[in-house]
């Protein structure tokens, strides 16, 4: 978080017009008439500046809102839109930004509950009056919206209970219904390149499946079961969550879709706002849910969806990633997604739709804000496991202040150093790919062992339950190993622990002197502005400098690592940097080229023959292999020479 407060996040309010120049701040920048640029940007630079207490970064976010509140129209009015051209759907993540905002720094709550109460006003005339969605996005993503509603009623309901029950009763009723599209009779599982007739913008199914909307959609059921308790919706979300990552997700825990959603196949994209919005969603439904799966896949996104979309000092990134991507650049030709730029798998500053740009800030610092939560009256649960601090207070009355110091996930040890009011319970997760675990409490003078046998985690939650008393040290020790996920035609992903392993196919970094996507870089332009740009934020081309077709044997692959003490690299996402790595026998394949700047669908498993000779291979961790194969071909080579 840290290289993102000194890389491109923490400086797109000095430098970026959709955010210093945008319309919500008197300017006149805009990407979209949704005006959606400067809400997504205070969604994610709320947690961040408030994660790293960040005088600079605190100062900008406090700044933008007083802007934003002493601009309030007279009718209530959020915005610089006139009446008629307003859409409520940019307001919903403005208004999670003002709840965060309230969250960490409770004396802003006397400027921003009054404008948040105004505009619920007039939201709910807006939306009695039929008013409120003039474009699809806010009738998918109303969730959002909801979210903010009921932490409202719940924290700071004012004398607005009624109005504010009202108006969730109305979005969900104006909204689009996520739980009838997660059924058997409505849910695409085909991939919707072969859906006939095919499903375009104007289809009525296509909101259910533009990426983005998918992503948001997930925690749509627990939302509005918050609200309703009618369990049908939670069984639902389970549905949509699974369905959605066996039929469109991709192997690093996003789901795949070049703005549309697509299939399984390894050379289709997957956006930058989809992994954040992913990553969100599987967040909250932990903790509204306590479905262990959901956890483990917030980390696979986190760890891996999210890094290798960024160059490694984050100045960088890319609109879309492909699994099987061993170049990005510019696409020549035929483009080969449904609706994205030929600039969509550059690394720049805002390559194809600037959306990605605004919104990606928030995939970090909410995944720290949500690594904690409460469990029950004197429990603290560590949610998402990563290097944190947490002071908090529990609903007992008992001060809780504990550090987790790790390297994880590239070693899955975690230390916690923990003082405490009185005693109280911890609990910790056990993802579900550890094959067993250890756990050493020392509290007083007085040592505990907990292992695998001795202690059984929650069947649902997967949390391990301590009792501890008021100081001490904990070592959370996970073992686990090497595992393959198919994903079809003969085909695997590689993943040790929380981490997506992909081969190492090289790296070549050059990086534009001039041209900077998604800003104007022409040499007669007025209005030319690359020189206060850093060159780290000027358009990348990254290529492969070793084979890319290659074909691996799983029976041969096995795990290597620096060990628990090595000292992590900064930036660690750097190629070569992470201290683990995997090794396995692989050969080129014939017949297994490119088509529209990227590589196809491999030869079928009968058809795959080495070129060259059986030799050792490298996979690491995806997030560091900006170009990469991460869905592989299989091929016994140990057992049958170079048969396929």
Avoid at 360 to 382: E, I, R, T, W, Y
Wanted: proline share 7%; glycine share 8%.
């Amino acid at each position: 978080m840290s290289l993102m407060s000194n890389g491109l996040a923490g400086h797109e309010h000095d430098l970026y017009p959709i955010v210093s120049e945008s319309k919500w701040l008197g300017g006149g920048s805009e990407y979209s008439v949704l005006n959606e640029g400067i809400p997504y940007w205070l969604n994610g630079l709320v947690p961040l500046a408030y994660g790293l207490d960040d005088d600079r970064l605190k100062n900008q976010t406090v700044q933008v809102v007083d802007y934003i509140l002493s601009h309030q129209q007279s009718d209530g009015w959020l915005g610089p839109e006139a009446p008629q051209d307003r859409d409520i759907w940019g307001r919903f993540p403005l208004c999670l930004g003002l709840k965060q905002l309230i969250e960490a720094d409770p004396d802003q709550s006397p400027k921003i509950l009054p404008a948040l109460y105004n505009f619920i006003d007039l939201m709910h005339l807006m939306l009695v009056q039929h008013t409120g969605f003039e474009q699809f996005w806010g009738k998918v993503r109303y969730p959002d919206m909801i979210i903010v509603l009921q932490w409202l009623y719940e924290e700071h309901p004012g004398n607005h209970t009624n109005t504010i029950l009202a108006t969730m009763s109305l979005l969900n009723q104006q909204g689009l219904s996520w739980a009838e599209f997660y059924t058997q009779g409505n849910y695409l599982f085909d991939d919707l390149d072969l859906v006939q007739p095919p499903i375009e913008n104007s289809s009525p199914l296509f909101p259910y499946v533009h990426a983005v909307n998918a992503a948001q959609g997930m925690k749509s059921g627990a939302v509005l079961y918050r609200f309703n308790n009618d369990a049908f919706l939670l069984e639902s979300t389970r549905n949509g969550v699974n369905w959605t990552f066996t039929y469109h997700g991709d192997p690093a825990g996003s789901v795949i879709g070049d703005e549309r959603e697509s299939g399984l196949r390894p050379n289709r994209g997957s956006e930058l706002c989809t992994a954040v919005e992913t990553m969100y969603s599987l967040s909250y439904l932990y903790q509204a849910m306590g479905d262990r799966d959901f956890a483990d896949r917030c980390e696979r996104a986190a760890f891996n969806a999210l890094p290798v979309m960024f160059t490694d000092d984050l100045w960088a990134h890319q609109y879309l990633v492909v699994p099987n991507q061993p170049f990005s650049s510019p696409i020549k030709g035929p483009n080969p997604f449904w609706n994205t730029g030929t600039q969509s798998i550059l690394y720049g500053m805002a390559p194809n739709y600037p959306c990605c740009t605004v919104n990606m800030p928030q995939g970090l610092p909410k995944f720290l804000s949500a690594s904690f939560a409460v469990a029950d009256q004197n429990a603290l649960a560590h949610t998402l496991l990563s290097p944190a601090h947490v002071t908090t207070t529990l609903p007992s009355g008992t001060h809780v202040d504990l550090s987790c110091n790790t390297t994880y996930p590239f070693s899955h040890i975690l230390r916690y150093t923990f003082t405490a009011s009185a005693p109280f319970n911890l609990h910790l997760r056990l993802p579900s790919w550890a094959t067993s675990y250890q756990i050493l409490a020392i509290s007083h003078g007085v040592s505990t062992t907990y292992t695998t046998e001795s202690l059984k985690p929650d069947p649902h939650t997967g949390m391990l339950a301590l009792n501890l008393l008021p100081s001490g040290t904990i070592t959370y020790t996970l073992q686990t190993a090497i595992r393959t996920e198919d994903r079809g035609n003969a085909s695997l992903s590689v993943y040790h622990g929380a981490l997506l392993y992909a081969l190492d196919v090289g790296f070549s970094d050059t990086v534009s002197q001039t041209s900077i996507s998604g800003l104007p870089h022409d040499d007669d332009d007025p209005n030319n502005n690359t020189n206060t740009i850093p060159t780290a934020a000027h358009d990348h081309t990254i290529a492969a400098t070793k084979p890319w077709n290659i074909a691996i044997d799983p029976a041969t692959l096995a795990f290597h690592a620096g060990g628990d003490q090595v000292a992590l690299k900064n930036p660690i996402w750097a190629y070569g940097a992470p201290p683990s790595w995997i090794t396995a026998q692989g050969c080129e394949i014939g017949g297994w080229g490119v088509e529209k700047g990227v590589p196809t669908v491999p030869p079928r498993k009968g058809e795959r023959r080495c070129v060259g000779e059986v030799r050792e291979v490298v996979l690491r961790p995806y997030g560091s292999l900006k170009v990469h194969m991460a869905v592989l071909p299989v091929m016994d080579l140990v057992a049958n020479g170079t048969s396929s």
